[in-house]
Antibody, heavy 121, light 110 residues
């Protein structure tokens, strides 16, 4: 059974750094793209970034490039999302999700439960 | 402002049918496959439809998807109160080189 286990909720102050994690299990971690989707309070879904753990190839949404860093440690089947300096506007739920790419088709087939990040002074 | 346009809300009575539209352009829906996601309040999204019209294992055939040109539609028949959720369309945008979503549609079963 495919599972994406995300790290717990975080409360941070503006300017602080943060790294959240997502551990994949039940599938070959290095063979699928994995990424992050943001959902701000009472808003819709926004794709942020993806990584292919097999070779660490990364892709970023233009909206998030330079704002966050995605990485992965294939030795422990874990992907990460990192901020160096949080802002109040980073307050949101962050979902880890596996991106299935088959030819020209792309869709998010499995989702983690989400990591709530609250940034407040 | 989302790249894909969905109605903010739709409603229908139990047992009825409802459709949710998703409008895009040639750089996204027009030349790429569409997927749909269901999200109950306070929970993670779940894949409902992929490749325009395919259902993952375990998704009832009350849910269907279709695509024509630069628009896609999600259909739900035999509505149940348990279908009340937000529904999002998604696809790849070749111009942005990004996965994009619609703004979401909240379904109310009256």
């Amino acid at each position: 059974e495919v599972q994406l286990e995300q790290s717990g909720a975080e409360v941070k102050k503006p300017g602080e750094s943060l790294k959240i994690s997502c551990k994949g299990s039940g599938y070959i971690f290095t063979s699928y793209w994995i990424g992050w989707v943001r959902q701000m309070p009472d808003k819709g879904l926004e794709w942020m970034a993806i990584i292919y753990p097999g070779d660490s190839d990364t892709r970023y949404s233009p909206s998030f490039r330079g704002q966050v860093t995605i990485s992965a440690d294939k030795s422990i089947n874990t992907a990460y999302l990192h901020w160096t300096s949080l802002k109040a506007s980073d307050t949101a739920m962050y979902y880890c999700t596996r991106l299935r790419i088959v030819g020209t088709t792309r869709y998010f087939d499995y989702w983690g439960l989400g990591t709530l990040v609250t940034v407040s002074s | 402002q989302s790249v894909l346009t969905q109605p903010p809300s739709v409603s229908a009575a139990p047992g009825q049918k409802v459709t949710i539209s998703c409008s895009g352009s040639s750089s996204n829906i027009g030349n790429n496959y569409v997927s749909w996601y269901q999200q109950f309040p306070g929970t993670a999204p779940k894949l409902l439809i992929y490749d325009n019209d395919k259902r993952p294992s375990g998704i009832p055939d009350r849910f269907s998807g279709s695509k024509s040109g630069t628009s896609a539609t999600l259909g739900i028949t035999g509505l149940q109160t348990g279908d009340e959720a937000a529904y999002y369309c998604g696809t790849w945008d070749s111009s942005l080189s990004a996965m994009v979503f619609g703004g979401g549609t909240k379904l109310t079963v009256l």
